[in-house]
């Protein structure tokens, strides 16, 4: 895939069944005719055409990719403004705030939680006109970006015209933003190197629900300045405020590379074998680990966990970091290089979703983070769980980003449900492909909860999630809570998410 500056959708309604399409949610606030120009008074554009309510009304959820093949969107918006400057999202937001409309604030809409599906209509507000490189201090090696910019466009142009990366390379690189990575703590597939969007975000620039626009951060390596409001709106998902504007850490391209490619006996060997790098202070960009399933799935390494290890960063650090590598696989075979090749090559592929519910095949990834204490049981009652569901025909996991505490777990499971099987245990209502995702999520969610790991390490909450969140958080969701009424106290910022409680109802569910 190629950014375009446009959303890229699961798939494409046919331009003649667009009309046909219908909410599944059915729960939208309506904006009437003063507000709606009120909002044209302030927003360079406004637009009601039934595409543009459409597309907005969905995002790469997976459930929501096999509605939209029945011909439904969660929800539809009212209205979809696009505003140009970070003055437009305020004064959209301040007309809305005094109207009492929802405001869903999107921009790739790559996300796979619902996080920017409008659950209660009203406006959905797209960012993608706020693109583009705001400044680059190199000296400083920070750069200034608007919330709307792909990341491709971003990082070709750090490349080009800067010789610079922020080294944030998510799967979804070509359909995200950069708004959209600090709105869901977004990880890339180097963050072993370069730490999450968290690790590298300075300062952000924010609208406030009232239409004021406040930023965060000093322009210092650090600072001891009360709380850091940052991270207060890193990960709030378009509830708390809208990102309009970042400035970032970035690092001068790395010149030098090293792969290798071992293979375990077993999925815990090689997480110790992860762990005790790690430990020792090596940070190779990818420590990726494939348990014996998905060895054999993508690989064609039968009885092996296969671990990918790649680094890239200035050639006097490679070498290092790459003989920690070696003295800690040494037990494991060592395996053809060539697979780090296949895996680069392939590694921003999306999973055809459609094709997969057109088949009547219910799929999914499910990404998690925990303890290394953790971590193998984690795995284990995961696995169990998920292979124990009537229908179930694929149920394995890969170690996708390494840290010296712990790391991310990433679950697939995929399987073709009937309707007698998805009935026999409890977990969402529906037809029988909804009760076997609900049955899939709760058994990973479950598991996690259980050992103290985190509900998910980099694609945030959203509707998937929101029902989760409380008791992970337990005491302090009701901090989070008065937060936004605090910082909302009307509610209309991005309602139904993070399972916060809005005034325009509960957070729907299958």
């Given at each position: 895939?190629?950014?375009?500056?446009?959303?890229?959708?699961?798939?494409?309604?046919?331009?003649?069944?667009?009309?046909?399409?219908?909410?599944?949610?059915?729960?939208?606030?309506?904006?009437?005719?003063?507000?709606?120009?009120?909002?044209?008074?302030?927003?360079?554009?406004?637009?009601?055409?039934?595409?543009?309510?459409?597309?907005?009304?969905?995002?790469?959820?997976?459930?929501?990719?096999?509605?939209?093949?029945?011909?439904?969107?969660?929800?539809?918006?009212?209205?979809?403004?696009?505003?140009?400057?970070?003055?437009?999202?305020?004064?959209?937001?301040?007309?809305?705030?005094?109207?009492?409309?929802?405001?869903?604030?999107?921009?790739?809409?790559?996300?796979?939680?619902?996080?920017?599906?409008?659950?209660?209509?009203?406006?959905?507000?797209?960012?993608?006109?706020?693109?583009?490189?705001?400044?680059?201090?190199?000296?400083?090696?920070?750069?200034?970006?608007?919330?709307?910019?792909?990341?491709?466009?971003?990082?070709?142009?750090?490349?080009?015209?800067?010789?610079?990366?922020?080294?944030?390379?998510?799967?979804?690189?070509?359909?995200?933003?950069?708004?959209?990575?600090?709105?869901?703590?977004?990880?890339?597939?180097?963050?072993?190197?370069?730490?999450?969007?968290?690790?590298?975000?300075?300062?952000?620039?924010?609208?406030?629900?009232?239409?004021?626009?406040?930023?965060?951060?000093?322009?210092?390596?650090?600072?001891?300045?009360?709380?850091?409001?940052?991270?207060?709106?890193?990960?709030?998902?378009?509830?708390?405020?809208?990102?309009?504007?970042?400035?970032?850490?970035?690092?001068?391209?790395?010149?030098?590379?090293?792969?290798?490619?071992?293979?375990?006996?077993?999925?815990?060997?090689?997480?110790?074998?992860?762990?005790?790098?790690?430990?020792?202070?090596?940070?190779?960009?990818?420590?990726?680990?494939?348990?014996?399933?998905?060895?054999?799935?993508?690989?064609?390494?039968?009885?092996?966990?296969?671990?990918?290890?790649?680094?890239?960063?200035?050639?006097?650090?490679?070498?290092?970091?790459?003989?920690?590598?070696?003295?800690?696989?040494?037990?494991?075979?060592?395996?053809?290089?060539?697979?780090?090749?296949?895996?680069?090559?392939?590694?921003?592929?999306?999973?055809?979703?459609?094709?997969?519910?057109?088949?009547?095949?219910?799929?999914?990834?499910?990404?998690?983070?925990?303890?290394?204490?953790?971590?193998?049981?984690?795995?284990?009652a995961s696995i169990a769980a998920l292979s124990a569901l009537d229908g179930t025909v694929?149920?394995?996991?890969?170690?996708?980003?390494?840290?010296?505490?712990?790391?991310?777990?990433?679950?697939?499971?995929?399987?073709?449900?009937?309707?007698?099987?998805?009935?026999?245990?409890?977990?969402?209502?529906?037809?029988?492909?909804?009760?076997?995702?609900?049955?899939?999520?709760?058994?990973?969610?479950?598991?996690?909860?259980?050992?103290?790991?985190?509900?998910?390490?980099?694609?945030?909450?959203?509707?998937?999630?929101?029902?989760?969140?409380?008791?992970?958080?337990?005491?302090?969701?009701?901090?989070?809570?008065?937060?936004?009424?605090?910082?909302?106290?009307?509610?209309?910022?991005?309602?139904?998410?993070?399972?916060?409680?809005?005034?325009?109802?509960?957070?729907?569910?299958?």
């Amino acid at each position: 895939m190629t950014g375009s500056g446009r959303p890229t959708p699961p798939f494409a309604f046919g331009s003649g069944d667009v009309g046909d399409v219908r909410s599944r949610f059915g729960r939208e606030v309506a904006v009437d005719d003063a507000l709606a120009d009120r909002l044209a008074g302030v927003c360079e554009e406004v637009v009601t055409s039934t595409g543009s309510l459409v597309e907005a009304g969905r995002d790469w959820w997976p459930l929501s990719v096999s509605w939209g093949v029945a011909g439904e969107v969660p929800a539809l918006p009212a209205v979809v403004a696009r505003p140009r400057s970070a003055a437009e999202v305020a004064a959209v937001l301040a007309v809305c705030d005094a109207g009492g409309v929802p405001v869903t604030a999107a921009a790739g809409r790559s996300g796979v939680c619902g996080g920017s599906v409008p659950v209660f209509g009203g406006v959905a507000l797209d960012l993608t006109g706020l693109a583009g490189m705001v400044a680059v201090d190199d000296l400083s090696l920070t750069v200034e970006v608007r919330a709307g910019t792909f990341g491709d466009d971003f990082e070709a142009e750090l490349g080009a015209a800067h010789g610079l990366t922020l080294g944030h390379w998510p799967q979804s690189m070509a359909m995200s933003t950069v708004g959209g990575w600090l709105a869901c703590r977004s990880a890339g597939q180097y963050s072993t190197r370069y730490g999450k969007i968290e690790d590298l975000v300075v300062g952000l620039e924010v609208a406030l629900a009232d239409g004021r626009v406040i930023r965060t951060g000093a322009r210092a390596p650090r600072a001891a300045a009360g709380p850091d409001l940052t991270s207060l709106f890193v990960g709030s998902e378009g509830t708390l405020g809208v990102i309009t504007e970042a400035r970032l850490r970035v690092r001068p391209r790395p010149t030098g590379e090293r792969s290798a490619v071992y293979g375990f006996a077993s999925f815990a060997d090689g997480l110790d074998a992860c762990r005790r790098v790690l430990r020792r202070g090596a940070t190779p960009a990818v420590v990726r680990l494939y348990d014996a399933a998905e060895s054999a799935r993508q690989f064609h390494v039968e009885d092996r966990a296969v671990l990918l290890v790649f680094d890239e960063a200035d050639p006097a650090l490679v070498g290092p970091v790459a003989t920690v590598v070696a003295e800690e696989c040494g037990a494991a075979e060592r395996l053809d290089s060539s697979l780090v090749e296949q895996w680069l090559a392939h590694r921003n592929e999306v999973a055809p979703l459609a094709a997969l519910a057109r088949e009547g095949i219910v799929a999914d990834t499910i990404e998690i983070a925990a303890s290394w204490t953790a971590l193998p049981a984690i795995y284990g009652a995961s696995i169990a769980a998920l292979s124990a569901l009537d229908g179930t025909v694929v149920a394995s996991a890969h170690q996708s980003h390494a840290y010296p505490d712990g790391a991310c777990l990433y679950f697939t499971f995929a399987g073709t449900p009937t309707p007698a099987g998805a009935s026999s245990s409890g977990g969402g209502s529906g037809n029988a492909a909804d009760i076997y995702y609900c049955q899939a999520w709760d058994a990973v969610m479950s598991a996690t909860l259980a050992h103290g790991g985190a509900l998910s390490h980099h694609h945030g909450v959203g509707i998937n999630r929101g029902r989760y969140l409380a008791g992970a958080l337990g005491p302090a969701f009701e901090v989070l809570a008065s937060v936004k009424a605090a910082l909302d106290p009307r509610g209309i910022l991005n309602p139904g998410k993070l399972g916060l409680p809005s005034p325009f109802g509960e957070a729907p569910w299958p």
